[in-house]
């Protein structure tokens, strides 16, 4: 199982990222998928989740409205498209496979002026 997280980076508060996860190494198609993130200091908490055919979708309460998470099951990728950012998004980033515990290497992004 591999998970390559990328698209992270500096942004000024209320810029937007799109962050992507390329997966490989199992059934793409017959997984949720996760993404979370851990800041500074904190526990990893989970911020958003899909279905295996990306009907169905979670978000945390902290960014609901701001957020919205999609999949290609094509091309093996799940994407977390970032909005309104705040400083208190700062993170870095990780996606996950429902039910696995297989983590990449996660992707930074920091909001900041």
């Known amino acids: 199982v591999q998970l390559v997280e990328s698209g992270g980076g500096l942004v000024q508060p209320g810029g937007s990222l799109r962050l992507s996860c390329a997966a490989s190494?199992?059934?793409?198609?017959?997984?949720?998928m996760n993404w979370y993130r851990q800041a500074p200091g904190k526990e990893r908490e989970l911020v958003a989740r899909?279905?295996?055919?990306?009907?169905?979708?979670f978000y945390a309460a902290s960014v609901k409205d701001r957020f919205t998470i999609s999949r290609d099951n094509a091309k093996n990728t799940v994407y977390l498209q970032m909005n309104s950012l705040k400083p208190e998004d700062t993170a870095v980033y990780y996606c996950?496979?429902?039910?696995?515990?297989?983590w990449g290497k996660g992707t930074l992004v920091t909001v900041s002026s």
């Open positions: 190494g199992f059934t793409f198609s017959s997984y949720g």
């Open positions: 899909i279905d295996i055919i990306g009907r169905s979708t």
């Open positions: 996950n496979a429902a039910g696995m515990n297989h």
